[in-house]
């Protein structure tokens, strides 16, 4: 049984500061989970290129459903954007990368928050 679509939802898309959600495997891209969020393989590809080039995703940014997402933080686990009141969150762990994001009517914050922890228990948890 795939444990992943409750994680989603219990640790993320019901504290209602998480507008979408994905968990994909770091090293081939595959999807474990998903909620409002469609996940095609170029654009995973270029959410595990931007954590190998953080310097890279600092300056540059990230394109994400046809909007440029400015980089507000870049480091090997976790690279925050934003872009007119709305985020992306990809947080990194060591068998998974996962990806929310936020809408205007949300707290960043809270959705930060969120993922982080979500990241912490599977990197407690050996992945």
Do not use: W
């Amino acid at each position: 049984m795939n444990p992943f679509p409750k994680l989603l939802e219990g640790s993320l898309i019901d504290t209602k500061h998480v507008e979408s959600a994905a968990i994909f495997v770091a090293r081939t891209g595959d999807v474990r989970a998903a909620s409002n969020f469609t996940v095609c393989p170029e654009q995973t590809r270029t959410f595990l290129d931007a954590f190998k080039q953080v310097n890279v995703t600092r300056q540059r940014g990230l394109d994400f459903r046809s909007k440029h997402y400015t980089c507000v933080r870049a480091d090997k686990h976790s690279i925050y954007t934003k872009c007119e009141g709305h985020g992306l969150i990809l947080v990194r762990t060591a068998l998974y990368v996962i990806v929310a994001t936020y809408s205007q009517s949300m707290y960043p914050s809270i959705c930060v928050e969120a993922v982080e922890k979500l990241a912490e228990y599977l990197r407690e948890k050996g992945n």
